[in-house]
Nanobody
Framework: QLQASGGGLVQAGGSLRLSCAAS????????MGWFRQAPGKEREAVAG????????YIADSVKGRFTISRDNAQNTVTLQMNSLKPEDTAVYYC??????????????????WGQGTQVTVSS
């Protein structure tokens, strides 16, 4: 089970931190991903991280502004979002899947999904 939290309303240039708490099973060999979906748009991969090891993946659209990290002790994955822009407005989802790193952008490769959390960036 995945539980996403941390969304909200922020002005452009501000920051938000999203958390995804994992429970109920072991995700140690999985890739944890963050996706977002704006109204009328397709679901977009934002960032990913392997639960074990040090590999992280960041979409070009958020590179330099967003970072992803994990806390093994707390079983959480965090998406730190800085320098937010109005175009970052979307529902953000966390997901987990036993997939190859090269597939981290493919939302169909993920098995487990958390509920979405709304991020709204005002101009």
């Amino acid at each position: 089970q995945l539980q996403a939290s941390g969304g909200g309303l922020v002005q452009a240039g501000g920051s938000l931190r999203l958390s995804c708490a994992a429970s109920g099973r072991t995700f140690s060999s999985y890739v944890m991903g963050w996706f977002r979906q704006a109204p009328g748009k397709e679901r977009e991969a934002v960032a990913g991280i392997r639960w074990s090891g040090s590999s992280t993946y960041i979409a070009d659209s958020v590179k330099g502004r967003f970072t992803i990290s994990r806390d093994n002790a707390q079983n959480t994955v965090t998406l730190q979002m800085n320098s937010l822009k109005p175009e970052d407005t979307a529902v953000y989802y966390c997901a987990a899947g036993g997939l190859r790193s090269s597939s981290w952008r493919d939302h169909t490769s993920y098995t487990y999904w958390g509920q979405g959390t709304q991020v709204t960036v005002s101009s």
